[in-house]
T-cell receptor, first 115, second 110 residues
Framework: DTEVTQTPKHLVMGMTNKKSLKCEQH?????MYWYKQKAKKPPELMFV???????INESVPSRFSPECPNSSLLNLHLHALQPEDSALYLC??????????????FGPGTRLLVL | QKEVEQNSGPLSVPEGAIASLNCTYS??????FFWYRQYSGKSPELIMF????GDKEDGRFTAQLNKASQYVSLLIRDSQPSDSATYLC??????????FGGGTRVLVKP
């Protein structure tokens, strides 16, 4: 089973709202990722958690706040977003074994619209 | 200079033909190379990965890697209309970070 699930599928929020995106995997993977993807662009890495610790933060604005409550769950808390933050937010996971060919598996994404 | 480069396309191929996609990368320390397919509005889906020089075949797909030339390619044989999508090349050095190319849009015409 190579399934990563994400909720919600779609989200519309105002610039003063607080919302959270959720991601879950049950593959025993120990690395989890948040990506942002704008239309006709490749995914852009935001955060990486390895063994529930934040290992990479790609200089993401503080209005995005990641959280990894346990090895299966990853959240992205959103607050005071801007319209330019509207995008597809993708979660991915991988084993974090360090082996060549270690693959990241993507969830279906949350399409976010900020009004 | 972009770290991973792909021709944006569209690459238009007739049904049944071979589609050839190319990707170059700048980091000589890159260790693993991945091809993902992404349909419009959907998330990336892994097609295959390669980490040794040479060819690797999986069904109608063949990945080719030449580390000396810093070049990786994907061949799609017997292209089908369902292969119409954007193909993302992704490169991994040490650690967990994947660097994506801009993607090549492929159109397979019946």
């Amino acid at each position: 089973d190579t399934e990563v699930t994400q909720t919600p599928k779609h989200l519309v929020m105002g610039m003063t709202n607080k919302k959270s995106l959720k991601c879950e995997q049950h593959m025993g993977h120990r690395a989890m990722y948040w990506y942002k993807q704008k239309a006709k662009k490749p995914p852009e890495l935001m955060f990486v958690y390895s063994y529930e610790k934040l290992s990479i933060n790609e200089s993401v604005p503080s209005r995005f706040s990641p959280e990894c409550p346990n090895s299966s769950l990853l959240n992205l808390h959103l607050h005071a977003l801007q319209p330019e933050d509207s995008a597809l937010y993708l979660c991915a996971s991988s084993q974090s074994s360090g082996r060549a060919g270690e693959t990241q598996y993507f969830g279906p994404g949350t399409r976010l619209l900020v009004l | 200079q972009k770290e991973v480069e792909q021709n944006s396309g569209p690459l238009s191929v007739p049904e049944g033909a071979i589609a050839s996609l190319n990707c170059t990368y700048s980091d000589r320390g890159s260790q693993s190379f991945f091809w993902y397919r992404q349909y419009s509005g959907k998330s990336p889906e892994l097609i295959m990965f390669i980490y040794s020089n040479g060819d690797k075949e999986d069904g109608r797909f063949t990945a080719q890697l030449n580390k000396a030339s810093q070049y990786v390619s994907l061949l799609i044989r017997d292209s089908q209309p369902s292969d119409s999508a954007t193909y993302l090349c992704a490169v991994k050095a040490a650690g967990n970070k994947l660097t994506f190319g801009g993607g090549t849009r492929v159109l397979v015409k019946p």
